[in-house]
C-alpha cells in the first residue's frame, strides 16, 4: 500500500441532497450513467499505478472477461450447493450475478495480470451491498478480497454517511459512481486508521468497486467475530481504546460498530466495515459516536459484564 497517497483522495462532489437519486437497476450500465468523478481520479494513486483501464486493449479483454466470470460462478455456486440449501443456492447464484459484471471481471482480471492477486479461492461473506473472497497474492499471503454490488438499490441508505462529510463535497447520481466512491471512502478511512496502528485488516488497494486487503484469519477462514465468541472484560477495554483511538488519533467515528465487525482474535478486537466511517468534522458525528457506545455497551451488558456507563464514555472518548 502506498502510504503516501492517503491524503492525496481528491474532494468528490456531492449534489444537492434534493438532486441525489438512484438510477434503475435496467439503467445501472447506461453509457448515461456517469460520474463527475474524472476515470483517471477513480484510478488514482490510492488504487495503484500499475491497475489502470487501458481501451486499446478493451476489446481483446471481452473473451476473457465471460470466461473468467463464466468459470467463477460455475466454481463458487457449485462449492455453495455443497454447503448450503436450494434456497441458498439460489440466493447466492443471485449474489454472483450481480458481483461478476464485465468491468467487474475486468478489474479483477487485470488485478491478477498485474501481480496483485495471484489467484481467487472463494466466497466467504456475503452482504446487501457486497461479497467477500478468500485470494492469494503472488508471495502466499492471504488477502480479503471486498466487491461492492453494482446492482444493489440499498446503497441510497449511505448518503448520511456521505453528505457533511468534508472529504466528499459532491457526486453525480448513479449507483455506479456511488459504489465506486464508497469503495475508495472505506480504503481511505482503512488506511487512516491502519497507518495510526488501530487494530483493522491492512488496506492493499482499491480500483473501482473492488477493495483488496490483508485477510484477518487462517487458510480462508475468516477469524470469529465478537458475537460468535466468549468475550471478557478485557475485550470491553481494547474495544472502548479502538473508538477511542479511532476518534483522537485518526480522527473518524467508525458510525456502524458493532459485536458483528469487530473480530476476536489473539491479540484481541479487530475493527473492519469502515464504509460508514465519517471524519469528525461531519455534522452528525457526535450521534454517530454516542450510537457506536451504546451498541458496544449494549452488547457486552447481555454477555453479564459490568461495564462503564455509555455517558462517561464518551465524555472521555470526546474532551
Known sequence: ??????????????????????????????????????????DSPETTSDVEEDSSTEDSDLGLQDKLARKMNLKLAGKARGRKTEKDIFDKDKVLEAVFDKS?????????????????NGAVGAGKESQLY?????????LAVKIYLVTTSNFKKRYPYLIGDPRFTRIKSGTRSLVELWARKEFRNLSKAF??????????????NIL???????????????????????????????ISDLYKKAELVHADLSEYNLFKTKEGPVVFDF??????????TKEFLERDISNITKFFVKRGLTVDNPIDVFKRVTR
Not at 134 to 142: E, I, R
Open 134 to 142: 478468500w485470494a492469494v497474492d503472488p508471495f502466499g499471503n492471504d
Open 1 to 42: 500500500m502506498n502510504k503516501e497517497s492517503i491524503d492525496e483522495f481528491d474532494d468528490e462532489v456531492i449534489e444537492d441532497e434534493n438532486d441525489l437519486q438512484i438510477a434503475e437497476e435496467s439503467d445501472l450500465d447506461s453509457p448515461e450513467i456517469t460520474s463527475e468523478v474524472e476515470e483517471s481520479d477513480l
Open 195 to 208: 497507518n495510526c496502528e488501530i487494530p483493522c485488516p491492512e488496506p492493499i488497494t482499491v480500483v473501482k
Open 275 to 284: 464504509g460508514s466511517a465519517v471524519d469528525i468534522r461531519h455534522p452528525k
Open 104 to 120: 467487474t471481471v475486468m478489474t479483477l482480471s487485470r488485478l491478477i495480470n498485474n501481480g496483485i492477486i495471484s489467484y481467487v
Open 212 to 242: 483488496v486487503m490483508k485477510f484477518v484469519g487462517t487458510g480462508g477462514v475468516p477469524s470469529k467475530t465478537l458475537v460468535e465468541s466468549e468475550v471478557d472484560y478485557t475485550d470491553y477495554e481494547k474495544t472502548i481504546t479502538i
